[in-house]
Each structure stands twice: as structure tokens, then as C-alpha cells.
T-cell receptor
Framework: DQQVKQNSPSLSVQEGRISILNCDYT??????FLWYKKYPAEGPTFLIS?????DKNEDGRFTVFLNKSAKHLSLHIVPSQPGDSAVYFC?????????????FGSGTQLTVLP | DVKVTQSSRYLVKRTGEKVFLECVQD?????MFWYRQDPGLGLRLIYF???????EKGDIPEGYSVSREKKERFSLILESASTNQTSMYLC?????????????FGPGTRLTVL
């Protein structure tokens, strides 16, 4: 039973355009959400996060939107650059969980075409 | 600067061998985690620890054990390696406490079991 779902395994976008990566969750106890980026043969690196008390968080070219009623979050990258090509994982946690475990989605491979 | 290191980047072992994967963090984090990453399955939690000598099972603990004798070090042990344990293994650490869910990852160990 996947509690965090990324339904698009891959996404291709032209350089300079907007990339939108989507993530859905089923567990209503999740109250903190994160996005990680992963290059091949490297560990994931933290990108941006959002608490459930907010509906938007912005950091430079990256913006995360949270729609609690729809149990949906999205990551917007504007403008997209070739160096953004990587696998993006969304993750979620609950304050009721122990040791602040993260539940990860299956990832979306983003390819930014020059 | 946050640093998580893993003992090997690439490892090749034979079926039935005992395998040790080591992880060290220098951030004085209480929580440490072991994941495996497989294509299409995202990151799956094997074990985690929230304190020295404490451990808890994650989603897929079968065939694995862990050891945490010092705060900075968390070891993953494959008691008798099998071919279905061929995977990318990722270690992560985080601070204890609400709102500090960001996990910092090591570079990963690509394990091949023949």
C-alpha cells in the first residue's frame, strides 16, 4: 500500500520552460513534506520542504505547493535548466511517527532538453 | 557542512557471505536510517535508530540487521547475502525533534551479490 505516490515515472521539458512534478498521498496524518533530487550514483539531496500549515513555499527557482484537501503536492521549477535533469522524490512524515520517518514516493525522472 | 559518509561506493559479494555496510555522520544527529533504492520502488526503509544501541525495523527488515554502538556510526549487516539484495543502499541522518525531518544522505553503496 503506497502512501506516497508519484504517478509519472518520467517527464521531459524544454530548457527555460516550467517543470511541474506531482505527488499524491493517502495518509491524512502526514504533516510535513519534502522534495529530494538524486543524480545517478549519488545520494539524494534535500531540495525544499513544506509544513502542512502552509500551502506554498518558495526557494529561488523552486516552489512547492500543497493542497491538503486533495492530498496533493507539486514541485514547480522555473525556469528549467539542463542541470535540473535528475530523479525527484517526494517524501512525507507525520509528527505522530517515531524518529521522524520519511515515506518516499517512487520518483520521477526529469529530463530538461537543451 | 553536513556530511554523511559510507564505507564503500561499490561492493561485489558472493551469495551466503556476511556483508557489512558502514555509515558515519559528523553532524551529531540522533536519528540514522538505512534505505535501499530499487528502480520503480523509490527508497524503502530497512532499519532506523534514534539513539545509541536503539534500533527499530522499517518496512523491509528481513535479511538485515543493524548496529549502533556510537552516535555517529550506524552499520547495516546482511547476515547471508542473497541475489535479491543486490541494490543501492543509502544511509541518512537527521536531528531529533518536530520540524527537523530533513534527512541528509550519504553517497550510497552499490552492492552486487553474485
Amino acid at each position: 500500500d503506497q502512501q506516497v505516490k508519484q504517478n509519472s515515472p518520467s517527464l521531459s521539458v524544454q530548457e527555460g520552460r516550467i517543470s511541474i512534478l506531482n505527488c499524491d498521498y493517502t495518509n491524512s496524518m502526514f504533516d510535513y513534506f519534502l522534495w529530494y533530487k538524486k543524480y545517478p550514483a549519488e545520494g539524494p539531496t534535500f531540495l525544499i520542504s513544506i509544513s502542512s500549515i502552509k500551502d506554498k513555499n518558495e526557494d529561488g527557482r523552486f516552489t512547492v505547493f500543497l493542497n491538503k484537501s486533495a492530498k496533493h503536492l507539486s514541485l514547480h521549477i522555473v525556469p528549467s535548466q539542463p542541470g535540473d535533469s535528475a530523479v525527484y522524490f517526494c517524501a512525507a512524515s507525520s509528527s505522530s511517527g517515531s524518529a521522524r520517518q520519511l515515506t518516499f514516493g517512487s520518483g520521477t525522472q526529469l529530463t530538461v532538453l537543451p | 557542512d553536513v556530511k554523511v559518509t559510507q564505507s564503500s561506493r561499490y561492493l561485489v559479494k558472493r551469495t551466503g557471505e556476511k556483508v557489512f555496510l558502514e555509515c558515519v555522520q559528523d553532524m551529531d544527529h540522533e536519528n540514522m536510517f538505512w534505505y535501499r533504492q530499487d528502480p520503480g520502488l523509490g527508497l524503502r526503509l530497512i532499519y532506523f535508530s534514534y539513539d545509541v544501541k536503539m534500533k527499530e525495523k522499517g518496512d523491509i527488515p528481513e535479511g538485515y540487521s543493524v548496529s549502533r554502538e556510537k552516535k555517529e556510526r550506524f552499520s547495516l549487516i546482511l547476515e547471508s547475502a542473497s541475489t535479491n539484495q543486490t541494490s543501492m543502499y543509502l544511509c541518512a541522518s537527521s536531528l531529533l525533534g518536530h520540524g527537523t525531518d530533513t534527512q541528509y544522505f550519504g553517497p550510497g553503496t552499490r552492492l552486487t551479490v553474485l
